[in-house]
């Protein structure tokens, strides 16, 4: 099993719609996590964070489930711009400390 | 953040040969980290440079193939050595943000091996 798996998608939506991707993971030592945004031939970058059971940003809400190790994005109001790859991020500090990345999901937003 | 560059941003190299990408960073960083992003995949961690001591390599990556030099706390290189096709990828630094557990990354080097 994969240590953080996601749909890889895509998911085309257009624009205005509210879409939701979620991943799981399997370590429960799993400290922290994140959202980063990857553009085509670009590197991820930051989106949030996710330290508590949940946090919203605007239009962006990633909540997450302890219990189940599950972590969720909700993009609301879709705009072209959002369409880029989400990938879901853990942090483990089991001896070593380290990210590990999901393969991310393909948002295509559409006019 | 950090203001992360990586030189080449690309580069096309023959079979054999060795390349060695560098990393530079505008403001001293403990930690910095080399990954890999294979054609449609995901970042996979290569390994952790901190100055003034030995890469820790994960599994299934090793220093003869991917040596990693840390000079100091703003700069680091990989090498990737003795290159084959299956090297062809992006590899990407990343350095730690304010939070220790977030992480910032490079442009990326778009590597292809003929």
């Known amino acids: 099993r994969k240590e953080v798996e996601q749909d890889p998608g895509p998911f085309n939506v257009p624009e205005g719609a509210t879409v939701a991707f979620n991943c799981t993971y399997s370590n429960s030592a799993s400290q922290s996590f994140f959202w980063y945004r990857q553009d085509c031939r670009k590197e991820p970058k930051l989106l949030m964070s996710?330290?508590?059971s949940g946090n919203e940003d605007g239009r962006f809400t990633a909540q997450l489930n302890r219990a189940s190790q599950y972590i969720s994005l909700l993009i609301r109001d879709s705009k072209l711009s959002d369409s880029a790859t989400y990938l879901c991020v853990v942090f483990m500090n089991t001896g070593f400390q380290k990210l590990v990345f999901g393969t991310g999901t393909r948002l295509l937003v559409s006019p | 953040s950090a203001v992360i560059s990586q030189k080449p941003s690309r580069d096309i190299c023959q079979r054999g040969t060795s390349l060695t990408i560098q990393c530079q960073v505008d403001s001293q960083v403990t930690m910095m980290f080399w990954y890999r992003q294979q054609p449609g995949q995901s970042l996979t961690l290569i390994a952790t440079a901190n100055q003034g001591s030995e890469a820790t390599y994960e599994s299934g990556f090793v220093i003869d193939k991917f040596p990693i030099s840390r000079p100091n706390l703003t700069f680091s290189t990989l090498t990737v050595s003795n290159m084959s096709p299956e090297d062809s990828s992006i590899y990407l630094c990343s350095t730690q943000g304010g939070v220790s557990d977030t992480q910032y990354f490079g442009p990326g080097t778009r590597l292809t091996v003929l």
């Open positions: 996710v330290y508590s």
